[in-house]
């Protein structure tokens, strides 16, 4: 079982950047394929990144491509999520989210999940 926490929400101004950061509790962190998802008000939690255990294979949703970077340092139990170019429909609750094998861009193929980062982009 992993354990997720992340930080790095705020406010931040429309083409502006921030890094939203996952730590992952246990020992067994590097067995793990990780994912970012996001959700707005009234809306279904969407997926927008997933990286391997490995990090030999990332995916990006169609609408952060380009922008956004996942990437993992399993020295330290950490998944990452650099964001560039922020829109204001980027605004969401983000959460990163632990499965242990393969690849899904599906909410309800990950079972462990963090308690979420409020990232708001003003226009």
């Known amino acids: 079982q992993v354990q997720l926490v992340e930080s790095g929400g705020g406010l931040v101004q429309a083409g502006g950047s921030l890094r939203l950061s996952c730590a992952a509790s246990?020992?067994?962190?590097?067995?793990?394929?990780m994912g970012w998802f996001r959700q707005a008000p009234g809306t279904e939690r969407e997926f927008v990144a997933h990286?391997?255990?490995?990090?030999?294979?990332?995916y990006y949703a169609d609408s952060v491509k380009g922008r956004f970077t996942i990437s993992r340092d399993n020295a330290k139990n950490t998944v990452y999520l650099q964001m560039n170019s922020l829109k204001p429909e980027d605004t969401a609750v983000y959460y990163c989210?632990?499965?242990?094998?393969?690849?899904?861009?599906?909410?309800?193929?990950?079972?462990?999940w963090g308690q979420g980062t409020q990232v708001t982009v003003s226009s």
């Open positions: 989210a632990a499965r242990r094998s393969g690849s899904s861009f599906f909410p309800n193929d990950y079972p462990y």
């Open positions: 246990g020992r067994t962190f590097s067995t793990y394929a």
């Open positions: 990286i391997s255990f490995s990090a030999s294979n990332t």
